[in-house]
């Protein structure tokens, strides 16, 4: 037993806590890039994107995982953008303005929006028109990526940043030394308040993330079929 132990009776069991917690932190982040990565595709089939597929690294720290997911998602953010001005650029203003007008028809904004995606990439498939209006009519990305990327870049900064995600096939003790490093064992119980608290504010912003996705290719699935 550690001497530590002696005297903060509850450390073996704060341990297990933090171990928890980490484990839930990287499969909260491992979805995240599958989900980031089901968006991208939808992006580049259908809207003439070109984003970059991503992959977590487990050679890599919490921090270097959370900046890939954030270029990803900060590259995401732009292509909409883009469509966005492509929109604009094309389409008389009164036709723009109908694409955010709530009380326009799903369906006629769908057609203007492929109409314009026709003259871009030249062709469009019939999917194209749906995607981008679910996107630029959804908070999907001025709303729901823009938490979740804040809550990334606060992680990354955090002292979980430093850890590398590869330490789970270790023993406990080394477990939580890398968690730990210079925190002395009787900080134990603040870090586990620290991880709880970042857990929860990247979960439920995960959860959104993904439903919002989730929203977006369901409907492609069902054009499809």
Known sequence: MALSDLFYPDNPKRRQELIHLHQELLN???INFCATNELAGVLNEHLG???TYIQ???SSTVKENCDIIIRAMTEIQHQVQKIDS???????PVLYQKLYDIKEPELEKIAIAHKVFSIVLGEATST???VAIKL??????TLTVSKL???????????LGGISITILGLGIEMILHAILGAVERNQLLEAVRSYEKHLAEFK???EKYQRAIREVTSLVRQQVQ
């Open 49 to 51: 994107c070109t984003i």
């Open 56 to 58: 977590m690294r487990e």
């Open 149 to 159: 990327v804040s809550l990334l870049a606060q992680i990354g900064a955090s002292v």
């Open 204 to 206: 439920a912003a995960s």
């Open 28 to 30: 909260c982040m491992s």
């Open 136 to 141: 630029l009519g959804s908070n999907l990305i």
């Open 86 to 92: 492509d929109m604009k650029e094309k389409l008389e």
């Open 128 to 130: 194209a028109g749906m």
